[in-house]
């Protein structure tokens, strides 16, 4: 890839060609604040948080592309005055309730706040907003809170680009624009799946899970939910799972995960859940060993070879289980009647 | 396909019916039926008109008109006997309707009276020649000069008055040469930015492209603002035929009208043009033998400002949200559908046909250096002469608010004027001999825009018309930006706290400093010109700014938080209008005894103000307000 070489408050840096002047920044350790630009989207310029001076000019640096021997001030007086503005009206409409918002310090505003610099008593001068808008608490893995929203479009983006559903947009106009579905329904009554990927991405805590509690660590594991292999981070706390996290360097899911392995984590630490073998002894199941159970199943299998013998594969286990079942039926039991739920 | 000779044929049997329309010996009655004149009643005029020539069996020739722009004077009719000039009735009702018949085409009395004045060969005693009145003389009509003289129904009527000979013209002299006429015409943008129309053309005609898009801006959404409408209304094929020529000159084969769905009538008249005009093949494959193919499609917009913002009406075209996206890529590069587009106003589109019909130096002997030819303009707010006019760029402001508008009404004093619509500016009066052109405009801290004029009198509070405008553009703005959704939201509640009596010392340094912020920092022209009305009022009235938050006083007596009715018993003669009036019961007083305004019940709604009869003239307004 051609290298192209510019200048940041001063600093020459190299960059690929064809990315964002923004992308160059961050990409070498110089923040420039944004707040809807997200990597996995196209840059749209609606927060106007990221300008820079450009020859006296004010250019948004996530729509600006990288050319050789440009001259980039990131914080030059009319930029800096005008980022201040902005950043001022964001946090004048926003709710002040920081220490219980489940953002948290991972807050996009948060830190753009702190980086910019904010004087309370300038906020104290704007207006505030009047009625708060009520939550919509419909659907059961995430609640979306519009008085949070920062209407940055990375939901409606990422809905639309990535997951290719579109259930979001943005709804009324002005002011009262908020971010919605189609009709402005609740969540739980649009086709919305689920898959929580506007969650994930949302800068603020506006779209937030409902269930999350902050890991102590994390381990990488792979969703075990169905054959994609989905790359995990199952986040851990003691000895329980209390989150988890796309692996954006699996190759089979690139950072993206279904309703299920995003939410779908709780049978783990269940207590329902069978965690040894049971094998009915007098009617009532009794816990066994594995080598019982395997032992037992050995004996019966040696009773039903050939067309008495059939094998149903779950969609749950991976190519490789799959495979090795089909393998036994044909080598093992001597039969082709070998089948897969998710062949129907 | 039609030929050439063919549409030459259409064109000597429109001139042939025109001529005998006026030479057959009969009356011709029209009908200003434009939406302004429907507004004012001028369907029951017409059917009024049609039921008496029925009963009095007057053989003559009715037709509706679009509008000549006298609004003040709507409904209008025209009457033209034979051999005499075309009087001109205004404030006609469905009563008086049957009179000028009676009185004009019976007995001969044209009945002066009801006459704002004359057009047309003659003269007739004791009516004015209407283009000699004040408010006619000083302007220059052209894209209008068809507009309420012709039926916008006909195309034989368009086409006996140059129509389409601006497409011939085109045919004949080719593409390029057309893009050399228009820029020698001097033609800008005449839907706000005055971009030299010209090199928009010239961009979009040389990207590399297999399909090249024209779209008419037809989404006039500035308050106060109708010269589109009217036009589209009242000459619609002069805007296709303009459509023609530029999507001639791009190499467009597709154009489409972006129309409000709030105009039904100019949709209607439109569609009608467009239809009539694909059946005598001026829209179509290969037009008049041209080789060279144009259809034209109408999308309703749903009214949304923003929408006439470029990229936000293509966005709406093509079915999606309309909001704006950031720039680079231009339409002329990047458009609709992702192909090269060229976006043109209504009315610059009329004027491409002008300038090919009558030539460059024709349409550029109107105008100043930079910016030539005419506009048109739509005069309201607190002038007498309201309505839609078409004046010289370069005319003072003071001319065409006084001369053309007659000033203020009811003796009230002038204060401002408001030009650009919501984007625009205030002019104080000592700027009114600014000229009416895009450069001097823009140097007050106003815009040209696309048209609309609104004045402001004595009466007017400057920081309540402020809050007006960014109250429109509060509702308009298309949330996608942080300095336009959330900026406008902040002026907006710090101007109305001011007019409520609640400002706070520092807040008109707090709205300059966030115009500032949100010009500079929106993203599209909405945003960047939102806080316009705002600073520009603070840049020439700062006073009344400063007299509402620091003495909670509305100088011009309209911020009802700030002021008190009060009954001058020195003045009142006890009429009890007012207290027949009044809403809340919140005055009492005998019959010819002194009244008096209970303040804790007054809602200021000002009806005692207006019925108090003005030769008592009792009811005076004190700001700060009486109330504790």
């Known amino acids: 890839m051609e290298k192209i070489k510019l200048t940041i408050d001063g600093l020459e840096i190299e960059a690929e060609a064809g990315t964002s002047v923004l992308d160059a920044a961050l990409a070498n350790d110089i923040y420039i604040p944004h707040l809807c630009h997200h990597p996995d989207l196209k840059p749209v310029g609606a927060c106007r948080l990221c300008g820079v001076d450009v020859n006296g000019r004010m250019e948004m640096s996530c729509l600006l592309p990288v050319r050789e021997g440009l001259d980039v001030k990131t914080n030059s007086p009319e930029v800096g005055a005008t980022r201040q503005v902005a950043i001022e009206l964001l946090l004048a409409d926003h709710p002040q309730g920081c220490l219980s918002c489940g953002a948290s310090l991972q807050c996009e505003l948060l830190h753009i706040a702190d980086h910019i610099g904010v004087d309370g008593e300038r906020i104290e001068r704007l207006r505030r907003p009047s009625e708060p808008l009520p939550i919509d608490n419909s659907n059961p893995f995430f609640s979306f809170d519009p008085n949070k929203c920062v209407l940055c479009g990375i939901c409606v983006r990422t809905c639309e680009d990535i997951v290719g559903l579109g259930v979001l947009d943005f709804v009324n106009r002005g002011s009262r624009t908020v971010i919605g579905t189609f009709g402005n329904e609740p969540f739980i009554d649009s086709i919305c799946e689920s898959c929580g990927e506007c969650v994930v991405r949302c800068p603020v805590g506006s779209l937030a899970p409902k269930r999350w509690q902050r890991p102590s660590h994390e381990v990488q594991s792979t969703c075990v939910y169905c054959g994609v292999g989905c790359g995990i981070y199952l986040g851990v706390k003691g000895d329980q799972v209390v989150s988890v996290r796309a692996d954006r360097e699996r190759p089979s899911n690139q950072g993206s995960l279904c309703v299920k392995g995003r939410y779908g984590y709780n049978f783990i630490n269940h207590k329902d859940r069978l965690t040894t073998p049971l094998i009915k002894k007098e009617g009532q199941f009794v816990e066994a060993t594995w080598d019982e159970a395997l032992d037992l199943v050995a004996e019966k299998f040696a009773d039903y070879k050939g067309s008495e013998f059939a094998a149903l594969a779950s969609a749950k286990c991976t190519n490789e289980d799959n495979y090795l079942i089909q393998k036994f039926t044909r080598a093992v039991m001597q039969t082709n009647t070998v089948d897969h739920c998710a062949r129907l | ?628």
């Open chain 2, 1 to 628: 396909m039609v030929q050439l000779t063919d549409f030459q044929d259409l064109q000597r049997q429109a001139m042939a019916d025109w001529e005998s329309l006026h030479q057959d010996g009969r009356p011709i009655i029209m009908v200003g039926t434009a939406t302004c004149g429907r507004s004012a009643g001028s369907l029951e005029v017409l059917d009024a008109l049609r039921a008496a020539t029925e009963k009095q069996e007057i053989d003559c020739h009715i037709f509706e008109v679009g509008c000549t722009g006298a609004c003040y004077a709507e409904p209008l009719v025209y009457i033209i006997k034979p051999d005499q000039p075309a009087i001109v009735y205004g404030d006609v009702t469905p009563q008086l309707a049957p009179r000028l018949i009676q009185s004009y085409l019976i007995k001969d009395n044209p009945l002066p009276r009801y006459s704002i004045g004359t057009f047309g060969n003659g003269r007739i005693e004791g009516i004015p020649d209407l283009f000699s009145t004040p408010v006619f003389e000083p302007q220059a009509r052209r894209a209008l000069n068809r507009c309420g003289f012709i039926d916008p129904t006909s195309l034989e009527h368009y086409l006996a008055n140059d129509g389409y000979t601006g497409v011939t013209k085109a045919f004949a002299i080719g593409p390029e040469q057309v893009i050399e006429e228009v820029k020698n015409a001097g033609l800008r943008g005449r839907g706000g930015a005055g971009f030299p129309t010209w090199r928009k053309w010239r961009f979009c005609r040389d990207a590399p492209s297999d399909q090249k898009y024209l779209i008419c801006n037809a989404d006039e959404g500035d308050p106060g603002a109708f010269m589109n409408r009217s036009l589209l209304e009242g000459d619609p094929h002069a805007v296709l035929e303009g459509m023609i020529i530029a999507g001639y000159a791009l190499g467009a084969s597709i154009g489409y009208i972006y129309c409000r769905a709030e105009y039904p009538l100019a949709l209607e008249r439109l569609r009608g043009a467009i239809k009539q005009a694909k059946e005598h093949g001026l829209l179509g494959d290969n037009i008049l033998d041209s080789g060279f193919d144009f259809h034209i499609k109408i999308k309703e917009g749903a009214g949304a400002f923003v929408c006439g913002e470029e990229t936000a009406l293509i966005a709406s075209i093509e079915g999606k949200r309309g909001m704006p996206t950031p720039r680079p890529p231009f339409p002329a590069v990047s458009g609709l559908w992702g192909k090269p587009t060229i976006i043109n106003n209504v009315e610059s589109l009329a004027d491409v046909g002008l300038i090919l019909q009558n030539g460059s130096d024709w349409f550029a002997e109107y105008g100043t250096e930079k910016s030539k030819g005419t506009k048109t303009i739509a005069l309201v707010g607190k002038v007498k002469n309201t309505g839609l006019v078409e004046v010289p760029l370069g005319i003072t402001l003071r001319e065409l608010v006084f001369d053309i508008g007659g000033g203020a009404p009811d003796g009230k004093a002038f204060k401002a004027v408001q030009t650009g619509g919501p984007s625009g500016g205030c002019i104080p009066e000592s700027l009114l001999d600014t000229p009416v052109d895009y450069d001097s405009l823009n140097a007050a801290g106003t815009i040209m825009g696309s048209g609309g004029v609104v004045v402001m009198d004595e009466r007017t509070c400057m920081v309540d018309f402020a809050r007006y405008f960014l109250d429109f553009a509060e509702k308009e703005s298309c949330g996608k930006c942080v300095p336009c959704r959330l900026g406008t939201k902040q002026l907006l509640g710090i101007l109305e706290d001011i007019c409520a009596g609640n400002g706070r010392p520092g807040d008109i340094e707090m709205l300059e400093e966030l115009g500032r912020g949100i010009k500079a920092g929106s993203l599209c022209g909405l945003g960047q010109t939102a806080p316009n009305p705002v600073l520009t009022t603070i840049r020439y009235f700062r006073d009344e700014y400063e007299a509402h938050i620091h003495e909670k006083r509305c100088p011009a007596g309209a911020c009802k938080s700030l002021i008190s009715y009060y009954i001058n018993n020195d003045l009142c003669v006890g009429c009890t209008l007012c207290a027949q009036n009044c809403s809340t019961s919140a005055i009492t007083g005998e019959f010819k005894g002194p009244h008096y305004i209970d303040q804790d019940i007054c809602t200021q709604c000002g009806v005692c103000y207006t019925v108090c009869p003005k030769k008592a003239n009792a009811v005076e307004i004190i700001s700060p307000s009486l109330r504790l």
